[in-house]
């Protein structure tokens, strides 16, 4: 069933409308049941949930007696954005998901904001599915604020991801729809994937099987689920190694994602093409997991050029990896 979540005017006579589609039991609601909601959509140049949203509403009306408590999903919570593969708002220039619990007294973009935390309210459970940029391509992982790491870690092993990571809380920013929700006891989870402005099918297949698990933990559906992969937890900042290029140029990979590195391997390196040389060769600092790598190759002096997992914390990568 299509809902309406929000809606504003426009100029020009249009309308702004963000939706949800919330499926439901075929018996109807009794009032006791468990809520999941799977929003994407909040950047407008991360298209990898949009998938996601179709190959799980797929799920279950393909078998609608199976489902015994409410879904509901959000597409596009920038539909702006998405519309124009922008990463922001377009014409207020303004990340969404720093706008976040919003203001329903104030502008367009915080009124906005405050009818999407409105309506997720009473959740059981959230999951905030974002793709990387046009920059990066990231392994299926979900990032988790330290702060409530007890009570959103074990929920997180239901999702079928590769990596958990959970970050400093000084490395969280307060606006955000994830850290809003949980600072008001909806557990939400964000989940990072694949690369911008693309969708990778099997990242996508392996984040629904995950969805479905988790609702089968939460007694939400009661049809066949796949056992979920062991993932990689990292709690240690030490755990992840950045690698930021030396010079500007023109990356050229050499090493292949989510591959085991030993210290001294070549990851790429970084061309000048207009003299014809190598300016700088990427290599791996330590023994590890190569988790995200460089997709476009022009950089500037400083630009990320990957992250590694240390050796010491990849116990069952080679499992994940296949």
């Known amino acids: 069933m299509i809902e309406l979540v929000a809606s504003v005017g426009l100029p020009v006579d249009e309308v702004l409308e963000i939706r949800k589609n919330r499926m439901i039991p075929q018996k109807g609601l009794t009032g006791q049941e468990k809520r999941i909601n799977v929003v994407t959509g909040i950047h407008g140049d991360e298209l990898e949930g949009q998938f996601v949203c179709f190959d799980l509403l797929q799920r279950i009306k393909a078998e609608p007696d199976k489902l015994t408590g409410i879904v509901d999903v959000y597409p596009a919570m920038n539909p ?23 203001n329903r007294e104030g502008d367009m973009t915080e009124y906005l904001a405050s009818e999407i935390i409105a309506d997720v309210m009473g959740s059981d459970a959230c999951v905030d599915i974002h793709a990387s940029n046009i920059y990066l391509t990231e392994i299926p992982q979900i990032r988790i604020n330290e702060l409530h790491q007890d009570w959103l870690v074990p929920m997180a092993e239901q999702l079928n991801l590769d990596f958990i990571w959970v970050h400093g809380a000084s490395t969280v920013l307060e606006e955000t729809f994830a850290y809003s929700l949980n600072s008001r006891n909806v557990p939400t989870l964000v989940v990072e994937m694949g690369v911008g402005m693309r969708t990778t099918k099997a990242y996508c297949e392996q984040l629904v099987d995950g969805i479905m698990n988790l609702m089968h933990e939460m007694g939400i559906w009661q049809g066949e689920t796949k056992k979920p992969r062991k993932p990689i937890v990292s709690v240690d900042p030490e ?84």
């Not at 998405?82 to 922001?88: E, H, K, M, P, V």
């Not at 500007?248 to 030993?262: D, N, R, Y």
């Open 80 to 102: 702006l954005g998405i519309d124009s593969i922008t990463r922001g708002i377009p014409a207020f220039d303004l990340d969404m998901n720093r706008l976040f619990p919003g």
């Open 239 to 322: 755990d992840v190694i950045y690698l930021n290029a030396g010079h500007s140029g023109v990356f050229i990979p050499e090493a292949k994602h989510w591959t085991k590195l030993q210290k001294g391997e070549l990851i790429g390196r970084i061309v000048d093409p207009l003299a014809g040389e190598v300016v700088e060769e990427v290599i791996s600092p330590v023994n590890g997991v190569l988790f995200t790598i460089r997709e476009y190759p022009v950089v500037d002096e400083g630009s990320l050029m990957g992250r590694l997992l240390r050796e010491e914390v990849c116990d069952g990568w080679e499992e994940l990896s296949r």
